[in-house]
């Protein structure tokens, strides 16, 4: 069946097609037909943002939380622009959203018209595929093969450029089922490499499965089985700071978060392992340190979607490309059909070894005086929330690793964070996206005060959509993580890293209408969090913590990991030397 | 799932070597690139390169197949092995990417590049460059009284070689088309 209409009204027609259910934007001259078309329908809601970084992490944010793909409509020129950094920050780490942009009419392209820049020249680099639609009739098909593309292989953001006069002319509608596509990443494993990292896994003397982001992009059967996995060899378990969730945080065989802030044990394991068994994590140099100590005696195994991510960093034994889901279904099926074995008596020995590594205790910390410490926030903001199904966004800096650190996850798309990019601003729009994504759900966003200032005019948005976001910031009056690295390595000349002039956070709550909570003492935290939690609207809480709080463990930059630092009384006067210095 | 249809023959890209041996040494590949002929095409190859840090010795593209909509790209590109094996995954998760064959490692193949050379002089110098362009079969496509442009087809040593005797004899200007391959036998 085919249908002649405007433009435009593909758009929102092949939105509606496509299962969207809502779109984050902002208007202008470029994309005012399709803002008609929204005007005149009633299947899709469109949440007004205030800034376009905004509405690309508010769909992100939705994205990562729904597992759909998460849409935004901006206009041209300055609107395409201020995506950039979502789209990049989509890229890095494969979050599967559809980006529309307004461009000017097809005649005035080329010509510097008003609001007219190189859309799709400008993200070409930071989007998985991109099209400007140049024929009106061309629209409908290149909107559905954006969202296959969005969403399939390994996940990622695309931008679809729409000049304004293809918005206006009227064309003919085609249906997704009529669109042709080539695009058909390989998703099944190749079954000798699974038989062989079955086989691995049975003679494995220290085995240590390392998850990443891909388990969680794979979608809910991917963390269902890798559960059942881990419950059927009792093997040790780790994952990056992208996987959070992806097994539980209460599971037995959990080792916590590895890498730059990782656990203590997580990263040992990681050094001494006789087997890594890689899902779905691309061996970011926040986990790998030092490359050339990296888990020097292990055999390594690696699952992944991207070809591109095999042998990339890191030389891998038994390479598996495909999807995780499907891979762990092999890989279980092969597993047990030749019956189950691992070796029993050593990966007990291992786990004997990882229960010393625990009783280091490298999370602990004291809260003894009046100030309140970023950690016991965190553990208390834990302890009370944790029986609610629970959705955390982050910004960037000390308070994400910490969140990473202390708080639980035991399921995935419960954990938005900003992980290949680290974008300050990431976490209070991305609450917004969330929370559109699940109504009733407590949305929190752990945030820096600097980082949450970065996106802060979202506040209206959040009020004009009664989106009860709670931004919990933990206020260090500092760029904490700038700090701390300063400390380290710049012989503590605090270069810039003060927060001056820093809002008073209640009034400015007040100011947009939402609620503002201040707390510094920590015999007032318990109550004020509760207040917060009880608050049927956007809250502020301005949480003051103690500005000189370092976030440990830390692998130093240039060591490999069984030269963490691990706490307060470490000695960090010469953690990072010149070699490491030059890494970020 | 996608409601999408996937055409028939489409590839995923999975035509690499996953578990090679890798040695620190530079190696030349040529790599020839089957892609959609789209606009922007060239310049996500290019920018990848760019932006990646990839080295490109010889570029060339043109549109091979009208109604398919298809372009080859020939790129000569040099780096270890494991580069080698990344430019060509990276290449691969290009959407717009068909397929990336590695004609240095996928059997024999033939590579010719054309070139155009400017040389001007007199008296002996003159004599003795004709005299070399036949040697080399280059053939003259312009002359003045004191100046040739030869047509030269070859590998790109050949024209590397032709170049360096050309240049004491008044080599002015060269003009290279870049590698075209293609794999010898009858399987494309
Ligand atoms: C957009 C952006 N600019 C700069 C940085 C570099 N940066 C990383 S953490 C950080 C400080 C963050 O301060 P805050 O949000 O208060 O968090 P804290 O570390 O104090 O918890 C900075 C400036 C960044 N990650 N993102
Ligand atoms: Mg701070």
Redesign the pocket.
Known sequence: MTKAMTGAKMVVQALIDQGVDTVFGYPGGAVLPIYDEIFQQNSIKHVLVRHEQGAVHAAEGYARSTGKPGVALVTSGPGATNAVTGLTDALMDSIPIVVLTGQVPTFMIGSDAFQECDTVGITRPCTKHNWLVKETDKLAPTLHEAFHIATSGRPGPVVIDIPKDVQFATGTYTEARQVETHYNPQVKGDMEMITELAAAMEKAKRPLFYTGGGVINSGPAASQLLRELIAATGFPITSTLMGLGCYPASGDNWLGMLGMHGLYEANMAMHDCDLMINIGARFDDRITGRLDAFSPGSTKAHIDIDASSINKVIKVDIPILGDVAHVLEDLLNVWKSRGRKTDKENVQKWWHQINDWKKVDCLAFKQETKVIKPQYALARLEELTKKHDRYITTEV???QMWAAQYLGFEDPNRWMTSGGLGTMGYGFPASIGVQMGHPDALVINVA????WLMNMQELGTAMQYNLPVKQFI????????VRQWQELLHGERYSSSW?ESLPDFVKLAEAFGAKGIICDNPDDLDDAIMEMLHHDGPVLFDCLVEKHENCFPMIPSGKPHNEMILGENADTANAIQAGGAVMV | MSPLKIKKGATSHSAYDLRPTFSDKEERHTLAVLVENEPGVLSRVIGLFAGRGYNIDSLTVAEVDHLGHRSRITIVTSGTPQIIVQIKAQLGRIVDVHKVNDLTVEGPSVERELALFKVTGTGNDRIEAIRLADIFRASVVDSTLESFVFEITGTPEKIDAFAELMRPLGLEEIARTGVAALSRGAVA
């Open positions: 800096g000390q308070h820096g005060e600097a980082s933990l206020n260090n009056e500092r760029l904490g993580m927060s």
